[in-house]
């Protein structure tokens, strides 16, 4: 069988679905590319069992006819299906019939929902990758709606390389975003963690120095978003 198994964001987030396959697995792998948690002397702690770390080849090039001799485990920062290679990893399975597993838990799609911005008010979501692209033609198509937009900014933890707030803030100004209120979020959902709103070129002042981090753009808000939103500021 095949186990894939959503490790949430800190280690409290881990639950008891995700330690009882654990134990049924004869081997373990974290996926370590598309984001930070829970260390791995930690997680091989709290589950007891060697875990190798993979990179993204091995998640899209594994063949998951081994999951039809014995059990696999892959772990996942966040909840499985929030990448889409991951789905592909499902469907692949099923269609080779091998048996398939999978245990949620929180993501970063729905922990947003800290900053006391509405989740049935966020738009079609957008990654910033390390390369320069067009960032704020889905921006716009958002604010149209007044919808609001997640920018998940991209990072590759084996080569210590980290999309930041500040970064980002900056390609949306220079692609002409104007001077807007802006969330900017460090480590969300660890004790740590560290949240800042307020227009653009001000957040730029702010210090981010750790990862991940994440940052929204509001658009049309509740009254009740607004007070929330003023914590932060």
Do not use: W
């Not at 957008?126 to 007044?146: C, T």
């Amino acid at each position: 069988m095949l186990y894939l198994i959503s490790l949430g964001i800190s280690k409290e987030d881990i639950n008891l679905g995700a330690i009882e396959s654990v134990k049924k697995c004869d081997e373990v792998y974290l996926e370590g590319y598309t984001s930070l948690g829970i260390s791995l002397v930690e997680l091989s702690g709290i589950f007891n069992k060697r875990i190798d770390v993979v990179g993204r080849d091995f998640v899209e090039n594994y063949d998951v006819k081994s999951a039809g001799e014995k059990n696999i485990g892959i772990l996942f920062y966040g909840d499985v299906f929030s990448a889409t290679t991951h789905i592909s990893l499902y469907l692949d399975a099923i269609k080779k019939n091998i048996e398939v597993k999978v245990i949620h838990n929180i993501s970063i799609l729905t922990l947003v929902s800290n900053i006391g911005l509405s989740l049935y008010n966020f738009g079609k979501t957008i990654s910033v990758p390390f390369q320069d692209v067009d960032l704020v033609g889905g921006l716009r198509d958002n604010l149209k709606l007044g919808m609001h937009t997640l920018f998940l900014l991209d990072l590759n933890p084996r080569e210590n390389k980290f999309m930041s707030i500040n970064e980002s803030i900056k390609r949306l100004r220079k692609q002409g975003m104007e001077n807007r209120l802006v969330v900017g979020i460090e480590r969300l959902g660890y004790e740590d963690q560290k949240i800042k709103a307020g227009n653009a070129d001000n957040i730029l002042k702010v210090k981010f120095e750790r990862f991940p981090q994440c940052l929204i753009v509001p658009g049309r808000m509740h009254f009740l978003e607004e007070e929330i939103l003023d914590n932060f500021k």
